[in-house]
């Protein structure tokens, strides 16, 4: 491609699959263009950031919940009907380790909760996107990747908690 070109670049995301111990999903409700939708905390990654930060931080702003990052998921390639622009999105699993019940959630954020998969199957058209579902099987089929999959080459500081 030569220069001044315009390159194509997928919007990249992450999300997280959090379980608790009765099986339940970490999930959010959001209005999106006025319409509720479910997802897992999910969100853009920023420039800077490290893909396993990103996803803590998105945990975090939707949720309220701090995470540890436990394994890599995978990587899920979509194109969005509604965006019109196709979407990179890296799924990891995390573990809950403290509960910040008073923090304000993000914007179009309403609340989070937690839903067992045949709830989260029955919202159909509600679900954010395919990707829900599809990272919540793979963490139910046991997919677990080491996070040292992912290697970063940001700087030290860009990479800390």
């Keep these: 491609m030569s220069e001044?070109?315009?390159i194509w670049c997928p919007h990249v995301t992450v999300a997280t699959v959090v379980a608790d111990k009765e099986g339940r999903f970490l999930m959010v409700e959001e209005v999106i263009r006025g319409e509720l939708r479910y997802n897992q905390p999910a969100g853009h990654l920023e420039p800077d950031e490290a893909l396993a930060d990103a996803a803590r931080r998105e945990t975090l702003e939707e949720t309220g919940w701090d995470v540890e990052i436990e394994y890599f998921l995978g990587v899920h390639q979509w194109w969005s009907p509604v965006?019109?622009?196709?979407?990179?999105?890296?799924?990891?699993?995390?573990?809950?380790?403290?509960?910040?019940?008073?923090?304000?959630?993000?914007?179009?954020?309403?609340?989070?909760?937690?839903m067992p998969r045949d709830e989260i199957a029955a919202l159909g058209k509600k679900l954010r996107s395919p990707l829900v579902l599809a990272s919540i099987d793979d963490w139910l089929a046991g997919q677990r990747l080491s996070l040292g999959t992912i290697k970063s080459m940001l700087p030290v500081a860009a990479t800390a908690p």
Aim: zero cysteines; aromatic letters at 8%; charged letters at 30%.
């Design 4 to 6: 001044g070109r315009n």
């Design 83 to 114: 965006h019109h622009d196709h979407v990179v999105r890296f799924g990891f699993s995390a573990r809950t380790t403290a509960h910040h019940p008073e923090r304000e959630l993000d914007t179009g954020i309403r609340r989070a909760l937690w």
